[in-house]
C-alpha cells in the first residue's frame, strides 16, 4: 500500500535550514509528480512546491522561491525539501503529497517552527 513517512522537521532560528524527507512505499517517486504542502495555524494548506515525474519542472509558490529546493533520490525513493534562509512566516505543518489511482495520499506531516 501506498505510504508517505516525513521526517526532518523542527526548531530553528530565522535564517536557518532544515532538510525534509518525504520516505515512499508502494509505489515509485519517479514514476509521479510528488509535492510539499503545508499548513500554518489558521491557514489553508498550500502547496509550497512540486517535482514532475520526469524530475525536469519544478513549481514552488512564490514565498519560498529563491530558498526552498525540491528534489529526488530515486535510488532511496525519497523526495526532499531543502529550505534555506527560513522565516517566521514558513512555521507551518510540512505534508509529502502525491496522486495516483484517483486518490490523493498524504503523509503524516513534520512540524517546522521558525523562531528566535
Known amino acids: 500500500q501506498v505510504q508517505l513517512v516525513e521526517s526532518g522537521g523542527g526548531l530553528v532560528q530565522p535564517g536557518g535550514s532544515l532538510t525534509l524527507s518525504c520516505a515512499a512505499s508502494?509505489?515509485?517517486?519517479?514514476?509521479?509528480?510528488m509535492s510539499w504542502y503545508r499548513q500554518a495555524p489558521g491557514k489553508e494548506r498550500e502547496l509550497a512546491a512540486r517535482?514532475?515525474?520526469?524530475?525536469?519542472?519544478?513549481n514552488y509558490v512564490n514565498s519560498v522561491k529563491g530558498r526552498f529546493t525540491i528534489s529526488r533520490d530515486n535510488a532511496k525513493n525519497t523526495v526532499y525539501l531543502q529550505m534555506n534562509s527560513l522565516k517566521p512566516e514558513d512555521t507551518a505543518v510540512y505534508y509529502c503529497?502525491?496522486?495516483?489511482?484517483?486518490?490523493?495520499?498524504w503523509g503524516q506531516g513534520t512540524q517546522v517552527t521558525v523562531s528566535s
Open positions: 503529497n502525491v496522486f495516483l489511482g484517483a486518490t490523493d495520499y
Open positions: 508502494g509505489f515509485t517517486v519517479s514514476t509521479y509528480r
Open positions: 517535482i514532475s515525474s520526469a524530475g525536469g519542472v519544478r
